[in-house]
């Protein structure tokens, strides 16, 4: 990772009761905050001594599926959701950072709330299965693509898909997460 690891406040909510989540907490409160190394965001964030912050919710799959019906009207389980606080394009801010986008419960740490991300632990399972890699590694690539999502990334047009998959591998390798050649 470049430099000193930005700093980020990331919550867990722990919404599901079928697998402990205190595992997952440990790894993506080191992998979140290395992530946002690598977007300019938050390099900007730490320039002006903020700090950005990032809800990581783990639901079963009912209400994965619910939640994806409910926001997006697709009735299906997903692996992952994201729902951005901030008008984002591929980690650039639409619009400079006002009062408002401030978290006004802690002035003190000025932090920045960027969403929440929303893990599917059942399907980060089988989906670690049915690619054949461990699923700390499954997990993390969730979350890091929940992020990119969060900051604007998307892959709706085959030039977007291929700037998330190449910065979802980038991360993940540097974070020794990685999978070698490719990435899906």
Not at 54 to 72: E, H, L, S
Not at 81 to 109: I, K, T, V, W
Request: charged share 30%; with cysteine.
């Amino acid at each position: 990772m470049k430099g000193s690891v930005i700093l980020m406040n990331v919550q867990f909510d722990n919404r599901q009761t079928k697998y402990p989540a205190d595992e997952w907490c440990a790894l993506l409160s080191r992998l979140l905050p290395q992530a946002m190394n690598e977007v300019f965001l938050g390099r900007q964030l730490q320039r002006r001594g903020a700090e950005a912050a990032v809800t990581v919710i783990f639901a079963g799959p009912r209400q994965m599926r619910r939640i994806n019906r409910d926001t997006r009207q697709v009735d299906a389980l997903t692996d992952v959701l994201s729902f951005p606080m901030l008008d984002m394009a591929e980690g650039h801010l639409a619009r400079p950072l006002a009062s408002q986008d401030y978290d006004p419960e802690s002035p003190e740490r000025r932090l920045v709330p960027l969403g929440d991300i929303v893990i599917c632990l059942d399907r980060a399972i089988s989906q670690a299965a049915e690619y054949g890699h461990p699923l700390p590694r499954e997990v993390a690539f969730l979350a890091v693509h929940g992020l990119l999502h969060l900051l604007g990334y998307d892959h709706r047009q085959p030039d977007e898909e291929k700037k998330i998959r190449r910065l979802q591998k980038r991360i993940l390798d540097r974070s020794g997460l990685g999978r070698g050649e490719t990435d899906e």
